[in-house]
């Protein structure tokens, strides 16, 4: 099982549509999650880190459930330019490693 | 803004042929990263530098080496490269660890825009 799994997609979505994202992890003492989202042949850049409460930026909205060890990543009301793949990424463990781990990333196509 | 610069953006190499990797960043970040990706896998730590002087092995560290001579600067040399090498290799940086947990400190990555490379 990887350490961190994402459902690769894609998903194609018209325009103004709500999509989901669910991400799911491994290691129990994980304590880092974050959503990064990467244009095609573009470098990943980050989203929003997902809090225990979880958080909204905008359109985008991110939840933990640490019981059972998933993100999620909500957008509303889906741009054509919202077209990207989206990483979940956690840390490994508690410690300081530097080991973030990354899910292979979900693919999202918004059309006309 | 430069931010993460990583040189060269392509490159095609013989299997056994050596090269580096250079990454340079001018935001002053402790940490620096080198990650890999390939298709259906997300991106693998292959070693990464928490400062000046540093170097830890990441996920996948076997026939590459770095080096943190500057803080600046992390470089990523493959001596004997192997056609199981060809990737896209990004570079990384970050002001703190980038896994603090902490609400006021997301230990943003920095990335640069990637390096191809392929070995035929």
């Known amino acids: 099982r990887k350490e961190v799994e994402q459902d690769p997609g894609p998903f194609n979505v018209p325009e103004g549509a709500t999509v989901a994202f669910n991400c799911t992890y491994s290691?129990?003492?994980?304590?880092?999650f974050f959503w990064y989202r990467q244009d095609c042949r573009k470098e990943p850049k980050l989203l929003m880190s997902?809090?225990?409460s979880g958080n909204e930026d905008g359109r985008f909205t991110a939840q933990l459930n640490r019981a059972s060890q998933y993100i999620s990543l909500l957008i509303r009301d889906s741009k054509l330019s919202d077209s990207a793949t989206y990483l979940c990424?956690?840390?490994?463990?508690?410690?300081?490693?530097?080991?973030?781990?990354f899910g292979q990333g979900t693919t999202l196509q918004v059309k006309p | 803004n430069a931010g993460v610069t990583q040189t060269p953006k392509f490159r095609v190499l013989k299997t056994g042929q050596s090269m580096t990797l250079l990454c340079a960043q001018d935001?002053?970040?402790?940490?620096m990263y080198w990650y890999r990706q390939d298709p259906g896998m997300g991106l693998r730590l292959i070693h990464y530098?928490?400062?000046?002087?540093?170097?830890a092995k990441g996920e996948v560290p076997d026939g590459y080496n770095v080096s943190r001579l500057k803080k600046q600067n992390f470089l990523l040399g493959l001596e004997s490269a192997a056609p199981s090498q060809t990737s896209v290799y990004f570079c990384?940086?970050?002001?703190?660890?980038?896994?603090?947990?902490?609400?006021?400190?997301?230990?943003?990555?920095?990335f640069g825009e990637g390096s191809r490379l392929t070995v035929l």
């Open positions: 990384a940086s970050s002001y703190t660890a980038a896994f603090s947990g902490r609400a006021l400190d997301t230990g943003e990555l920095f």
């Open positions: 290691n129990s003492a994980s304590q880092s």
């Open positions: 997902v809090y225990s």
């Open positions: 990424v956690v840390n490994r463990g508690s410690s300081n490693t530097g080991k973030l781990i």
């Open positions: 935001m002053n970040h402790e940490y």
């Open positions: 530098s928490v400062g000046e002087g540093t170097t």
